[in-house]
DNA sequence: CGCGCTGTTGAAACTTGTCAAAGTTTGTGG
DNA sequence: CCACAAACTTTGACAAGTTTCAACAGCGCG
């Protein structure tokens, strides 16, 4: 965990995304290089976040979006009496930010797990890009919209999954979106404590805890700590969505 | 419940958003009379759906969003094994489908719970004259954020409250969306069935209908059916939140 | 090296789900 | 318009799953 990546100093290095690897993943595949060109514009700064640090808090009005070059964050919501939920926890090529234009407040923190860096699209820009670029404008669409979707399926989680399933579900998730970007799907490192993981499932940390407890003794994963290697995918994913829903 | 509304000819009324009594509430607010007039174009027609219905099926490729005109509806995630849960129950100026935007299918189904009348709305012809009109563009860009920021609302819900606070919440939200649309805060038809707010909330039909009876036996609302009055807002307020989250 | 944070595990308590039965409303067809 | 069937609602008793409380172990950091 916690590698440093202070290598880039954001002054000097100049952002672009037609040389960033992320570019597919990102905002802006299938562009023209005319059109990537002028994306390269929108990339006001790259920022630094080490880890425990804020990229943002709630209630702070709305710069930017921020696409996530490397490391890992999650997202909070705030109870009014103190208490948080993590909404999500977000990687490489994801977008955060999000929730924050209908009121240009954000609604949640974003902190990071592990030091990290983005790119900062300031809204207006994007938006006015956008109009220029019908295709980044309808790839902007579809992010939000697949954000909406993750929620669906989240709230489908909380609300119709018993504890197993959820974990299961989390943990095939992780895998997918790992070996996605090209790292191993099967074994890798939880940036989040148990605690976290259950705000974000809706459980007690202690139920995470016995649960990875109990599919390690089925033999369906091999958990040390933060380390975790899927031995039986298969299993998982039998887990999740066959046995009996709650609702 | 279920007001016939078989009134309007899709076919020979020509659609108006610029007389739209909607307009406020729905995607345009604050538009000059010339775009006003662009924006009559985009809502190609106008559609009655009645109780039982569906707008559309999860799976069914994307051709439109839709604004609520009158009516009510909710919009159902499905489970692979064929259970389904509520994702949301949608009145007068929602906005409908954003959820199909990222993948060109819908995720869900929509179906009427009283006959409703929508606006359909070409997500080509959205983009293309938000292109043109930036305030649109803006606009468009908030209402899906709100729709994140609303799942974001009910993940902290389902994954935080106990039943109690569940419902209370689900009642004053109720409360608060009639209110701003001009009808009694206090007062109103519940459309759904006990099935349908538990599978939204997260929660079985007993346990809805438990809750409710104690709600009464408080004396913080009276509930009979699905007529239902809120006698103590207040009351329900407190609910919400302050007592024991599980988080 | 020890202190605090994190994680594990156990037992008891509590919330909610499950099953069951009966009452009520709604809708349909005669 | 009535009668009957189906769908919806309420309530009770019991079971199951999850939380709560507590104690302890491990790891990492200063």
Redesign the pocket.
């Known amino acids: 965990?916690?590698i440093p990546l202070r290598i880039i100093d954001p002054d000097k290095l100049k952002t672009a995304c037609s040389t960033c690897s992320l570019h597919e993943l990102c905002l802006f595949p299938g562009l023209s290089t005319a059109e990537m060109k002028a994306v390269d514009h929108l990339v006001d700064r790259r920022r630094v976040v080490k880890r425990g640090d804020y990229l943002f808090r709630a209630g702070v009005n709305l710069h930017s979006l921020y696409a996530i070059r490397t490391g890992f964050l999650k997202s909070c919501v705030l109870h009014e009496d103190g208490r948080e939920q993590v909404a999500g926890f977000h990687m490489m090529g994801d977008l955060m930010g999000m929730d924050a234009i209908g009121t240009n407040q954000h609604l949640c923190d974003a902190v990071a797990l592990e030091d990290s860096e983005v790119c900062e699209i300031p809204l207006k820009d994007l938006e006015s890009l956008s109009r220029e670029i019908p295709s980044l404008q309808h790839h902007f669409h579809r992010i939000m919209s697949r954000e909406i979707a993750r929620d669906y399926g989240i709230m489908l989680l909380l609300g119709s999954?018993?504890?197993?399933?959820?974990l299961a579900a989390f943990l095939l998730n992780l895998s997918q979106r790992f070996g996605a970007r090209g790292y191993s799907a099967h074994e890798f490192h939880?940036r989040?404590?148990?605690?976290?993981?259950?705000s974000y499932l809706?459980?007690?940390?202690?139920?995470?805890?016995?649960?990875?407890?109990?599919f390690?003794a089925q033999g369906l994963i091999s958990?040390?700590?933060?380390h975790l290697r899927i031995t039986n995918i298969e299993g998982l994913q039998e887990l999740v969505g066959q046995h009996?829903?709650?609702?």
Chains 1, 2 share one sequence.
């Open positions: 965990m916690a999954m018993r504890s197993e399933e959820r939880l989040m404590t148990r605690e976290e993981i259950g809706g459980l007690k940390l202690e139920t995470v805890s016995r649960t990875l407890s109990h390690q958990v040390q700590n933060k009996g829903c709650r609702t």
